[in-house]
């Protein structure tokens, strides 16, 4: 039976802990990780955090429809996804992303498709924190919707 891992927190998460809870399991023959990191946002020099929100229980049922949609394109043995909230320095990590299946396609492709749709898709709201102590809202990205918009266009066709 295939498990779900779903998680919005506060604290910093063990990367490798989370990739060896699918590299344990026998039937798992890829397991694909994706982490994203806090990085300077903006044309400034002078950004020293990254603060994220979002909406409690919203965004929860957001991300569970996000891995419900992978796992209906790709055989998936398992899927972890946690995504941080609150203040975070450059460097640390924001969100965690991990496929497994029995092969490397699947896992490739549905953690692709994981990134893509919950950058489009989950309420997430990123402000960066200035060195003067002002702040500054995130734009979403057209880049960010053109990526998900690939996957909606193969939406009737399951990769194998």
């Avoid at 295939?2 to 910093?12: S, T």
């Avoid at 990367?15 to 399991?25: D, I, L, M, Q």
Wanted: hydrophobic residues 45%; glycine residues 8%.
């Amino acid at each position: 039976m295939a498990v779900n891992h779903i998680r919005v927190q506060v604290e910093d998460f063990d990367v490798g802990a989370e990739v060896r809870r699918w590299s344990a399991n026998p039937a798992c023959g890829a397991v694909v990780s994706f982490t994203g990191l806090v990085r300077d946002y903006g044309d400034r020099q002078d950004v020293v955090a990254l603060e994220l929100e979002h909406y409690p229980g919203m965004t929860e049922k957001a991300l569970a429809g996000i891995v419900c949609e992978a796992r209906q394109r790709w055989s998936l043995k398992g899927v972890t996804l946690i995504h941080r909230v609150g203040r975070l320095a450059l460097g640390e990590p924001i969100v965690l992303v991990v496929a497994a299946s029995s092969h490397r396609r699947d896992a490739f492709e549905a953690a692709n498709f994981l990134m893509d749709y919950l950058k489009q898709h989950a309420p997430f709201w990123k402000c960066e924190i200035l060195a003067d102590g002002s702040r500054h809202w995130v734009e979403a990205r057209a880049g960010d919707a053109q990526a998900a918009a690939r996957w909606d266009a193969d939406a009737g066709a399951k990769p194998r």
